[in-house]
């Protein structure tokens, strides 16, 4: 995570949820800032950068790392489907 980016630590769980559904699949991400909201850069194989909004409230901390995870696998299927990947998760 970038060390100037200004989350709450409950965007930071998030990113930190999203980045290690990416991690075993050897995607690069990176955290930055994209207006008021955080965003997730995954970028694939071929180089193609595919944005990851994180938002969320600190009143569903408990459901939002599951919402990224959940949004990360959408995001991870997207890839795999444009790579012509058929090991899905």
Not at 19 to 44: N, R
Not at 64 to 74: D, G, I, L, P, V
Request: with cysteine.
């Amino acid at each position: 995570m970038s060390s100037g980016l200004a989350v709450t630590k409950v965007q930071r769980e998030q990113i930190e949820a999203a980045q290690a559904v990416f991690a075993p699949w050897g995607l690069k991400t990176e955290a930055v800032m994209g207006g008021s909201h955080a965003k997730l850069l995954v970028t694939d194989p071929r180089g193609k950068v595919w944005p990851m909004t994180i938002t969320c409230s600190p009143r569903y901390r408990t459901s939002a790392a599951t919402y990224a995870r959940q949004q990360a696998n959408r995001l991870l299927r997207r890839i795999n489907d444009e790579l012509g990947v058929t090991r899905l998760r």
